[in-house]
């Protein structure tokens, strides 16, 4: 993903619920529409989560240190799981209490009844722009893909919240617009608090959505499978590699990616000639795949006892293992030995 890209989205958002939010705590101040004050919280924790997410990616870009040694990129998921913290409490949560106790006491609009349909319909104009502006920075990467895989399956957690909250933001609005407007109509609050309970089930719905997408990629997830086939094609499409014994990847942020394998090379004279096998093969794998940084190459020689051994403890040798089948040393037995 482009950084770019991201933090446009971000500050497009940010500035959009900045005056969102103002406008909306004015609607509930003139009006004492429970709905509107579940937007304005709403849009309060939008804003934060946004400076959450442009934090976040500043830390990201620290320098790797001893004590972390390869950098800081997964930092970006941590405050990115924090937002989906921040959404379900102080969106969500706050917005259900709110609806239960609206429901308690409904009371109907009676002053400045045009204020909260007027600020509705000015915040749905300026929450669209930022949902274009998150459509138009994401179309950038997301190819042919469908919108709920990109989200699923996006790396970097920039684009994919602020779509979800932008999306959320704009449905939220028409349900508080539902409620005011049922409010009006018939003079039951109790369509305001049914307003802002569907607000409620909304965000706590896409903040568990952030959540487990969060999660997966702070527990760590390999490279997808069009990288990965790029990956073992430069690997063995040169004369250094046999073979890949077998092969790991991890990213350790969304623009880092660390390969790890261990590769069947051909017997070498000398150390010098198999240094400069492995340097060609991560300069092919780079190239391939420019966000693979990381690289680690194990060589081993090729043979059926490390096959047999799979990718558990065994695996790292090559040395022929005892085979009951064809001799005592791993080699075919010979007549008459």
Known sequence: MSANGGTRAIVAALAANIGIAVTKFIAFLLTGSSSMLAESIHSVADSGNQG??????????????????????????????????????????????????????????????????????????????????????????????????????????????????????????????????????????????AGTAMIGVLLVIIAITLAIETKSLLLGEGAERHDLAKIEQAVTEGPEVERIIHMKTLYLGPEELMVAAKIGVSACETAEELARGINAVEARIRAAVPIARVIYL????????????????????????????????????????
């Open 298 to 337: 194990e060589p081993d020689i090729y043979s059926v006892a490390a096959d047999r051994a799979g990718t558990g403890q065994a695996a790292p040798t090559a040395v022929p293992q005892p085979d009951p089948e064809s001799g005592s040393d791993g080699t075919a037995g010979r007549p008459g030995s």
């Open 52 to 193: 959450l997410l442009l934090l976040g990616g500043r830390r990201a870009k620290r320098e790797a240190t001893p004590e972390h040694p390869f950098g800081y990129g997964r930092e970006r998921y941590i405050y990115a799981f924090i937002v989906a913290i921040v959404l379900f409490s102080v969106g969500g949560l706050f917005a259900l209490y709110e609806a239960y106790h609206k429901a308690q006491h409904p009371e109907p609009i009676t002053d400045w009844q045009w204020v909260p349909v007027a600020v509705l319909v000015i915040a749905i104009a300026m929450e669209s722009f930022s949902f274009r502006t998150a459509i138009k920075e994401s179309n950038h990467i997301r190819g042919s893909q469908s919108w709920v895989r990109f989200i699923r399956r996006a790396k970097a957690p920039e684009l994919p919240v602020v779509l979800l909250e932008d999306f959320g933001a704009l449905v939220g609005l028409v349900f508080a617009l539902f409620g005011v407007g049922m409010t009006l109509i018939t003079g039951d609050g109790i369509w305001d608090a």
